[in-house]
């Protein structure tokens, strides 16, 4: 890396410097020499931001002219970059990253610059439940997810912008509208460094609720050895520790075959088990859904514990009708209405082929059959002399005409 002579750069030039040593010590690993050189710069800017008198703590980001508003993150970078110093006293360096997260944090707030949902985390002492945590670090992912999109929305639209330009320099000079194009350009600088400011504060919240972490570890460590009057550990048990855990790391994926519970049987699989015979349908009680719960229950994601919660369930119904049974159920019930049926189609079949039913017809007389045969014959011709006889209507007088 070239020397850099501090006394003779600009401000603008200094912190130009040490945001590229802060770009290159977050994108990969560099030494501690450049880490080092970062952070002297990087507290260069900070006295002549203080001798400059840039900024006032009775102003807001209103007031931030768009070219100073780069350096309130001076006081951000300055405090990742002494996370990253190596030292043998780890402790001092996590307080001195901390002051200075600290530091861009307070001033951030007073320059109203920090997010209504971090103040209002701060400010509540019973926000400390795993669901309060949980909430305020989805909020916090969610605020810096957006911040990422909408930074590489404005470098991506002033590049199309800068290429536009340069093409529509080649074919005719640009004379009208520079004004315009200039407001557009310092409108753009000012929502992407706000927009840098704002991603800055999720990742120094992160690193700080690190650090205090990191620094309670460190006393706690620090007071066992106080306590057994070593004044560092084993290299023994060190290297005792490192086996057990790429051991315990190593043999993970064995362990994860046999503790991971097996998937629950599906519906289909059950019916075709007792099709091919592996079940039988009486063994339903040991294969069943969890019953369908609707109304409030259902929008909590939840199954109703009390009964408060019950009887809600069953008020607050659906618009439509709800099923009486599972998709399970019925299909086990269709299945013993058809063994019923095939059963009962096999006894019908049986006693239409038995003996006893074609004895009873051979028993029968052949003279009885001949004689109902005669006697229906008989009343047929009967029947059919009389219609010959008396025609339809031959008794109706209103039928017959006037002579």
């Known amino acids: 890396m070239v020397e850099l002579n501090m006394e003779e750069m600009s401000l603008p030039v200094l912190f130009e410097q040490s945001r590229k040593i802060h770009q290159a010590a977050s994108d990969s690993s560099v030494d501690q020499d450049t880490v080092k050189k970062g952070c002297q710069l990087l507290k260069k800017c900070e006295e002549m931001i203080g001798k400059l008198g840039l900024f006032s703590a009775n102003e807001t980001k209103d007031d931030i002219s768009t070219?100073?508003?780069?350096?309130?993150?001076?006081?951000y970078y300055l405090g990742e970059l002494?996370?990253?110093?190596?030292?043998?006293?780890?402790?001092?360096?996590?307080?001195?990253?901390?002051?200075?997260?600290?530091?861009?944090?307070?001033?951030?707030?007073?320059?109203?610059?920090?997010p209504e949902e971090e103040l209002e985390s701060s400010g509540q002492s019973m926000g400390n439940t795993f669901a309060d945590r949980r909430a305020k670090k989805i909020a916090r992912f969610k605020r810096q997810k957006a911040a990422e999109s909408k930074l590489l929305e404005i470098r991506e639209r002033k590049e199309r912008r800068g290429r536009s330009t340069r093409a529509s320099a080649l074919s005719t000079p640009v004379e009208v509208g520079e004004d315009d194009m200039e407001d557009d350009d310092g409108e753009e600088e000012r929502e992407a460094w706000l927009t840098t400011i704002s991603l800055a504060l999720c990742k120094a919240f992160d690193?700080?609720?690190?650090?205090?972490?990191?620094?309670?570890?460190?006393?706690?460590?620090?007071?066992?050895?106080?306590?057994?009057?070593?004044?560092?550990?084993?290299?023994s048990i060190l290297d005792e520790r490192t086996k057990n855990a790429e051991a315990?790391?190593?043999?993970?994926?064995?362990?994860a075959r046999y503790t991971k519970p097996a998937a629950p049987i599906t519906c289909a699989t059950f019916a075709q088990?007792?099709?091919?015979?592996?079940?039988?349908?009486?063994?339903?009680?040991?294969?069943?859904?969890?019953?369908?719960?609707?109304?409030?229950?259902?929008?909590?994601?939840?199954?109703?514990?009390?009964?408060?919660?019950?009887?809600?369930?069953?008020?607050?119904?659906?618009?439509?009708?709800?099923?009486?049974?599972?998709?399970?159920?019925?299909?086990?019930?269709?299945?013993?209405?058809?063994?019923?049926?095939?059963?009962?189609?096999?006894k019908l079949i049986e006693e239409a082929n038995s003996s006893w039913h074609n004895d009873n017809k051979l028993l029968r007389p052949s003279e009885e059959d001949d004689d109902d045969d005669d006697a229906a014959q008989d009343k047929a011709r009967a029947w059919d002399d009389w219609k010959d006889d008396n025609p339809r209507g031959a008794g109706n007088k209103k039928l017959t005409p006037c002579g």
């Open 248 to 255: 315990f790391h190593r043999d993970a994926a064995t362990r």
């Open 273 to 346: 088990d007792v099709i091919e015979g592996r079940a039988n349908v009486s063994q339903v009680h040991e294969h069943k859904h969890q019953p369908m719960i609707f109304g409030p229950a259902s929008l909590v994601g939840k199954n109703p514990t009390s009964e408060r919660e019950k009887m809600a369930a069953q008020v607050f119904q659906p618009h439509y009708r709800l099923p009486t049974m599972s998709i399970e159920e019925a299909g086990l019930k269709e299945m013993e209405i058809m063994n019923k049926w095939q059963e009962m189609n096999t």
């Open 82 to 114: 002494t996370e990253k110093i190596a030292q043998e006293d780890r402790i001092q360096i996590v307080k001195a990253s901390q002051a200075k997260l600290k530091e861009f944090i307070s001033f951030c707030e007073a320059m109203e610059l920090v």
């Open 67 to 75: 070219t100073n508003l780069k350096y309130l993150l001076v006081p």
């Open 207 to 235: 690193l700080l609720e690190m650090l205090k972490k990191e620094e309670e570890m460190l006393f706690a460590i620090k007071e066992r050895q106080s306590q057994e009057g070593d004044h560092e550990l084993s290299q």
